[in-house]
């Protein structure tokens, strides 16, 4: 899946637009080129991807390797819930029929356990810039 990041520039205004490719490396190579030029970009997939590594890769594996305890989050754009590789799926979460998109995950990520009580899913993530630097990252994490 591709992403269109639309940035502002610092010459002068014009937005230029990146587009995602589905490699990792590739996504996050564009990403630390980009950076310096600016201070102000809405989601950052390198402060995700940090920030994944904190909280949630113990759980959820990464592209080379499923989690044991929660499920797989490679490609999860566009997947019903509960139907990723390895992890321990509860019965809501198999029957919310929810699709994962950037609003469901946003509003899911937010408060698991409110927004889908039963969940086995502990860690909440209410920071909005965090919500949209994990988005980002698992955009390229496809
Ligand atoms: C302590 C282990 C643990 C940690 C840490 C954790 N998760 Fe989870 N996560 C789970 C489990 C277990 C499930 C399955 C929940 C269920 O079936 O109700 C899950 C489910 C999910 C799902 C739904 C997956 C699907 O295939 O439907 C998403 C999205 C998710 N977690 C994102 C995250 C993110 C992002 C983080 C880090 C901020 C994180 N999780 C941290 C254990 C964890």
């Known amino acids: 899946m591709n992403l269109l990041v639309r ?4 010459l002068g205004g014009a937005v230029i637009p990146v587009v995602w490719g589905q490699r990792l490396r590739a ?14 970009w809405a989601a950052d997939p390198i402060e ?17 390797r499923a989690g044991t305890i929660g499920p797989s989050l490679t490609g999860i754009f566009g997947r019903k819930a509960a139907s990723g590789e390895g992890g321990v799926h509860s019965r809501v979460l198999i029957e919310s029929g929810i699709r994962w998109d950037d609003a469901s995950l946003r509003k899911f990520l937010a408060a698991p356990m409110k927004e889908l009580p039963g969940t086995n899913m502990p860690v909440a993530v209410p920071n909005p810039q965090q919500l949209d630097d994990l988005l980002a990252y698992l955009h390229v994490l496809q």
């Not at 190579?29 to 310096?36: F, G």
């Open 7 to 10: 940035r502002p520039s610092p």
């Open 27 to 40: 996504g996050l190579l564009v990403a630390a080129v980009l950076a310096p030029f600016s201070a102000a």
């Open 48 to 64: 995700g991807k940090r920030l994944y590594e904190m909280r949630c890769l113990g759980c959820h594996g990464d592209d080379h």
